[in-house]
């Protein structure tokens, strides 16, 4: 369905990403807890995937050919809801009740409470691995789905994640992709001063994977490489997404330290301000 | 009597047969993957002492070799689970669910899916390895954790039992089996259901003391309780193979008869089986208890038998537990 992306389809998908990322900022600003870089720096890649990527039905989240898409770093999570009411999944308004007791939006992602979730995680480094098991079920039946894995690099330190390398390359799962956000940042500072993670290219090559960088904010580079991952039939494939994290809000993007806080209400409105407007490139229609 | 269909010969152990629980559980799981395709076998470089290659000479396309990498053993299960098969994952209980304890948890747990979990040479009779594989805390792992169902067979006979049973009870559960040569005691015809205690025993006059027990040592108290009723003490022998969820309306009967109680598990006293029956009694009917397990200290190399004696869990540690317990009751 993807072979080939339209300029308008683009710019569709990036108006959307926008919309999206305010839908996040208000439900941050609404639980008072939670992180907030991550899962802006993330927008485009979920926008781009649950509007154009996924073979998915939000009406049938049971649906079993569906893709599947898994996060391991559940702590981004606040995106993914964003994306999925956006896309349908239940209504953008539920986006309110995030961490909020009796809600299923749980502050870290949980399946039993929300199905179309896939997973429950939260915890690090082990989303690869529920991924690779999923695809080797599949490939089991002879299934057509493909499971993608999103990932952080932070928890590229996890022992548990290198199993899952190295089992998906053992058994050359090429219905399996993964997605880390490489945005060089965790809680405690830079990615590299913390564990150095490269050359994190070199690494996964060594363990048997196809690997592609690209810039994680370029929507036609994200379904590109998503396509070229189908094309690649005896090999996982990872995709090494450079990203900025707290993208689209310049106080945010590459401060660390809004690794795991939420906006004040006044910066919520000063942020929300600041998408609408497109960083002041046009004038806000709530001005 | 002997409404358990155990064998006939029960207090004849030279004559009766010998085999490890691990055995059981082979054998269960092949019939298992017979039943149903979606059984998926996962394990992590110890197929043979699980005894699970029986199952990958059987159906090697449904056998999953993952390296010594038990983190990925639960995790991978997780994701199999999830998608709809049906994973046991085998390794040694100090090794799942010890070294990935969170990933159960987290994957396995709290997600909800139906992986069975398989604790292979757990306990101190597995003898010469020593404390590092001697694992102790695993029904306490397990027992502590929602939604877990944990077995814990007796003998061979009713490890295959178990093993097909939770193949086919749809939630996440943990089978402890053992590694050495142990008695087999109970036949084809012995009553299994997850969730019931059997009476192994049962005095034709009141009890003086309920034994309740689980996994191998259960043939222990057995014999100990046929030493103690010469001496006039008689004693109701309950199999609670189900750790979880507790039977506990079997147990309230047994401790209303008898109004003391021995637990008897290969396993630390904090957390087991006598844990699980004293926070049941102390709620619903408190009677006195003693415990028969490892004494909150670590295993040692030594042969099975040795072992089982030098840390209390033989037949004279349970005697001496019930005439000790029968002192303290009212």
New interface residues.
């Given amino acids: 369905m993807s072979d080939h992306i339209h300029d308008d389809k683009i710019k569709e998908l990036e108006i959307k990403a926008n919309q999206i990322r305010q839908s996040l900022i208000e439900s941050l600003v609404s639980a008072g807890s939670g992180h907030t870089a991550g899962p802006l720096g993330m927008a485009d890649i979920f926008t781009a995937f649950y509007f154009h990527i996924l073979h998915h039905d939000p009406k049938r989240p049971d649906w079993d050919e569906r893709d599947?898409l898994?996060l391991s770093n559940g702590h981004i999570v606040p995106i993914r809801y964003a994306t999925m009411a956006h896309a349908g999944y239940f209504p953008i308004e539920e986006l309110k009740t995030l961490r909020k007791f009796g809600s299923r939006l749980q502050g870290h992602p949980?399946?039993?409470r929300m199905p179309a979730l896939?997973?429950?995680?939260?915890?690090l480094?082990?989303g690869l691995?529920?991924?690779?098991?999923?695809?080797?079920?599949?490939r089991?039946d002879k299934k057509a789905f493909r499971t993608y894995c999103f990932m952080s690099d932070g928890e590229h330190d996890a022992?548990?994640l290198w199993?899952?390398a190295?089992?998906a390359g053992k058994y050359k799962l090429s219905n399996l992709t993964g997605i880390v956000d490489r945005n060089n940042i965790q809680i405690d500072g830079m990615t590299e001063d913390i564990m150095p993670l490269e050359p994190l290219r070199e690494k996964y090559e060594a363990f048997g994977w196809h690997v592609m960088d690209i810039d994680g904010h370029n929507m036609e580079a994200i379904v590109d490489a998503v396509q070229e991952a189908k094309a690649i039939f005896e090999k996982p494939t990872l995709i090494l997404a450079h990203t900025i994290p707290g993208k689209g809000i310049e106080k945010i993007e590459f401060d660390f330290s809004w690794h795991g806080k939420p906006p004040k209400p006044e910066e919520g409105e000063q942020f929300l301000n600041e998408l609408r407007t497109l960083g002041g490139q046009i004038q806000s229609e709530h001005e | 009597m002997n409404k358990a269909k155990l064998v006939d010969n029960l207090a004849d152990k030279n004559n009766l047969e010998s085999f490890p629980t691990r055995d059981g559980f082979g054998k269960g799981l092949v019939q298992a993957g017979e039943q149903d395709e979606r059984v998926?076998v996962l394990c992590a470089d110890l197929s043979e002492s699980t005894r699970t290659h029986w199952f990958k000479e059987k159906f090697p396309?449904?056998f999953?070799q993952?390296?010594v990498?038990e983190?990925?053993l639960a995790?991978?299960?997780?994701?199999?689970?999830?998608?709809?098969?049906i994973?046991f994952i085998a390794s040694y209980a100090a090794f799942s669910p010890g070294r990935n304890n969170?990933?159960i948890r987290?994957?396995i747990a709290?997600?909800?899916v139906p992986v069975k979990i398989v604790g292979a040479h757990a306990g101190i009779s597995v003898g010469p390895d020593g404390a590092t594989h001697q694992q102790l805390e695993d029904i306490a792992l397990m027992r502590a954790m929602p939604r877990i169902v944990v077995v814990v067979p007796c003998d061979m006979v009713e490890a295959r039992k178990a093993t097909l049973a939770i193949a086919i009870n749809n939630q996440p559960s943990y089978i402890r089996i053992g590694r050495s040569n142990t008695p087999v005691f109970t036949t084809d015809k012995t009553p299994f259901e997850i969730g019931r205690a059997e009476i192994f025993r049962q005095p034709a006059v009141t009890a003086d003391v309920a034994v309740i027990g689980c996994g191998i040592l259960l043939y222990n108290a057995l014999v100990a309780a046929e030493e103690l009723a010469r001496e006039g003490i008689e004693a109701t022998v309950v199999n609670s193979h189900t750790v979880k969820p507790l039977d506990g309306k079997t147990i309230l009967a047994v401790a209303k008869d008898a109004k003391a109680i021995v637990t008897v598990e290969e396993h630390q006293i904090s957390g087991g089986l006598g844990s699980a029956v004293a926070e049941f009694l102390a709620k619903n009917y408190p009677v006195p208890q003693e415990f028969i397990g490892v004494q909150d200290r670590f295993g040692e190399s030594g042969e099975p038998e040795e072992l089982i004696e030098a840390f209390g869990l033989g037949v004279e540690a349970i005697k001496t537990a019930v005439r000790k317990v029968l002192k303290r009751k009212s």
């Avoid at chain 2, 995790?75 to 098969?85: D, E, F, I, P, W």
């Fill in positions: 599947r898994i949980e399946r039993e896939e997973t429950t995680s939260g915890p480094g082990s691995s529920q991924a690779a098991g999923i695809a080797y079920g599949a089991i022992g548990n199993e899952a190295m089992f | 998926v396309e449904r999953i993952m390296g990498a983190q990925n995790t991978v299960a997780s994701g199999l689970a999830q998608y709809g098969k994973p969170e990933q987290t994957t709290l997600n909800n």
